[in-house]
């Protein structure tokens, strides 16, 4: 073996006695960085330094809010602020129409009229006797005091003066039954009667309505007698859907129906430009109350445990359960009385798997 090939041999065999005492090192540190790429990969027990039995939620912080306190889904009926059948006080043959069908009118507007000519000529006979009957009181008065005529005598001429009077007063009174005025603005409907029919009391010579404002008819569950009031405030829909109105409780019923055991209630709707028209159904939501600054959770965050409410807030990286007093409830939401404080974060996912100190991880936060 020559020189060259010994030294060589030499190197290899020092490369291997180097390599044998750094193995355990290199070792230790290739595992190391292996653990610690299999961490930070999707899907491992662990995120950063977290618990690899950790489990992973959704919080919201606790907020102040304004919680309503509603009913929907409330059928009612729109119907007119005011509605007469317009009829004649009395009996007669018609000589005028006045009104055009389906327009407005005004309170006290002339409509119709019957003939009311024998009682103008009755009123005409009345009052051309006044003169003559106020002649004789007063010539009646000048011989009184001077004791010419009784007392008696004065009296009676003056009492035939005022019967004249009331005579004439119920001949007008009569004739003001001829003529059909309007009770109140509203719009008059379809004419029933044509000039020169005759009629009578029970004689409807058309419809006046009045739609600015409407109403609204609807009826609640006896269990909301105590809630609803005047004043209460209701936004409602037509069937389409395309518009939300506003009114407002002004009347509810003393008693509740037997048949149904619901309470009646009625609001009013302004309806300004009476673009609304009574006999529609509408879908109204009621909203007994309003409570602003509130605390309030999502209805799947509260769990019913043992007779009693719970829920979970996160507290130093742990799920910690928490006793709950409840108030008001609505479709998505509970009112918080107390357990739960501003501030808090509450999670709101993962519920039922939660249990008191569980390590968790808030994935996303509200």
């Known amino acids: 073996m020559n020189k060259i090939t010994r030294i060589i041999l030499f190197v290899i065999i020092a490369l291997f006695i180097a390599g044998m005492a750094f193995y355990p090192t290199i070792k230790q540190k290739v595992k190391k960085e292996e653990t610690s790429q299999a961490a930070s990969r999707p899907g491992s027990g662990r995120v950063g330094n977290r618990d690899a039995r950790s489990l992973n939620v959704n919080a919201k912080i606790i907020r102040p809010e304004s919680l309503i306190d509603s009913q929907s889904n409330v059928t009612g009926t729109l119907i007119p602020d005011e509605q007469v059948d317009l009829t004649f006080e009395t009996s007669g043959k018609i000589v005028s129409i006045f ?20 009682l103008l000529a009755e009123l005409q006979k009345l009052e051309a006797q006044v003169p003559l009957a106020e002649d004789r009181v007063f010539r009646q008065k000048a011989l009184l005091e001077k004791d010419a005529v009784s007392k008696e005598a004065y009296e009676q001429v003056t009492t035939e003066l005022e019967k004249l009077h009331a005579d004439i007063a119920l001949s007008k009174a009569k ?21 020169g029919a005759y009629a009578s009391p029970a004689t409807v010579v058309a419809s006046l309505t009045k739609i600015i404002p409407l109403k609204i008819d609807f009826t609640v569950p006896e269990r909301y007698m105590n809630m609803i009031r005047p004043g209460i405030p209701i936004e409602f829909q037509m069937d389409d859907k395309k518009e939300t109105y506003k009114a407002s409780v ?75 007093t409840k108030g008001i409830r609505t479709e998505s939401n509970v009112q918080i009385l107390s357990g739960i404080n501003l501030g808090d974060t509450l999670i709101v996912s993962g519920i039922l798997q939660l249990r008191d100190g569980l390590p968790v991880s808030i994935d996303n936060i509200n």
């Open 175 to 195: 004739i003001a039954q001829t003529e059909l005025r309007a009770p109140f603005d509203g719009i008059i409907g379809l004419r029933q009667v044509s000039e």
């Open 99 to 118: 009104f055009k069908e389906g327009s407005n009118v005004g309170k006290g507007q002339l409509l119709a009229k019957v003939n009311d000519k024998p």
């Open 250 to 324: 002004y009347a509810v019923d003393s008693r509740i129906g037997q048949d149904i055991l619901q309470i009646r209630a009625r609001a009013i709707y302004p309806n300004t430009n009476g673009k609304l028209k009574p006999g529609r159904s509408v879908t109204a939501t009621i909203i007994y109350n309003e409570i602003k600054n509130a605390i309030v959770v999502p209805n799947e965050a509260v769990i019913a445990e043992m007779g009693r409410d719970i829920a979970y807030v996160y507290s130093s990286g742990k799920a910690k359960a928490v006793e709950l």
